[in-house]
T-cell receptor, first 114, second 115 residues
Framework: KAGVTQTPRYLIKTRGQQVTLSCSPI?????VSWYQQTPGQGLQFLFE???????NKGNFPGRFSGRQFSNSRSEMNVSTLELGDSALYLC?????????????FGPGTRLTVT | AQTVTQSQPEMSVQEAETVTLSCTYD???????LFWYKQPPSRQMILVIR??????QNATENRFSVNFQKAAKSFSLKISDSQLGDTAMYFC????????????FGAGTRLTVKP
């Protein structure tokens, strides 16, 4: 099976712009979670989608949003970018059933805001 | 709120020796999951080992084992026969229950295996 894929891998944006990141989960996985990784704050949970519905949400401002499509692919959007949004954004997918807690991570999208 | 603490920012070990990484957590939950993830330099995060809180037996995966002390809220990772490929950031993580994939991570321990 192919692993979790994220596109693009690298992105440079300017303050004030918006950005959309994409995540394709492992085939058969229905849950997709997003994390932000920065040197200062470490790994922080953004949100989780399951069957096209947001199931959990972390403590991030409303500029961070996401969605999930019927094929389980997920996108996250950050509007009005700030310098502090520069980070590695990781997504992870989880299999259905009793192994729901196992998360498989993608390689991440490195976002740089200038 | 759940917090995860890794008190060792960096560690090093000689190849073939054993090293233990520490992790403590704080929660009022009784049922939860604990994980160790490995993030090699410029590579993606992979699951090393997991522990269900309701299981008393410590989890083991080949050279990796944990010492889970539920009362003390401690979850350390032991790597035996360290290999150069074990060089990575190691993150301890906590998750409350299934259907709730809000995983909380520690700050990480950078492990270097020296030849």
């Amino acid at each position: 099976k192919a692993g979790v894929t994220q596109t693009p891998r690298y992105l440079i944006k300017t303050r004030g712009q918006q950005v959309t990141l994409s995540c394709s989960p492992i085939s058969g996985h229905r849950s997709v979670s997003w994390y932000q990784q920065t040197p200062g704050q470490g790994l922080q949970f953004l949100f989780e989608y399951f069957s096209e519905t947001q199931r959990n949400k972390g403590n991030f401002p409303g500029r961070f949003s996401g969605r999930q499509f019927s094929n389980s692919r997920s996108e996250m959007n950050v509007s009005t970018l700030e310098l502090g949004d520069s980070a590695l954004y990781l997504c992870a997918s989880s299999p259905p059933g009793q192994s729901d807690y196992e998360q498989y991570f993608g390689p991440g999208t490195r976002l740089t805001v200038t | 709120a759940q917090t995860v603490t890794q008190s060792q920012p960096e560690m090093s070990v000689q190849e073939a020796e054993t090293v233990t990484l520490s992790c403590t957590y704080d929660t009022s939950e009784n049922n939860y999951y604990l994980f160790w993830y490995k993030q090699p330099p410029s590579r993606q995060m992979i699951l090393v080992i997991r522990q269900e809180a309701y299981k008393q037996q410590n989890a083991t995966e080949n050279r990796f084992s944990v010492n889970f002390q539920k009362a003390a809220k401690s979850f350390s990772l032991k790597i035996s026969d360290s290999q150069l490929g074990d060089t990575a950031m190691y993150f301890c993580a906590f998750m409350r229950t299934i259907n709730n994939n809000d995983m909380r991570f520690g700050a990480g321990t950078r492990l270097t295996v020296k030849p």
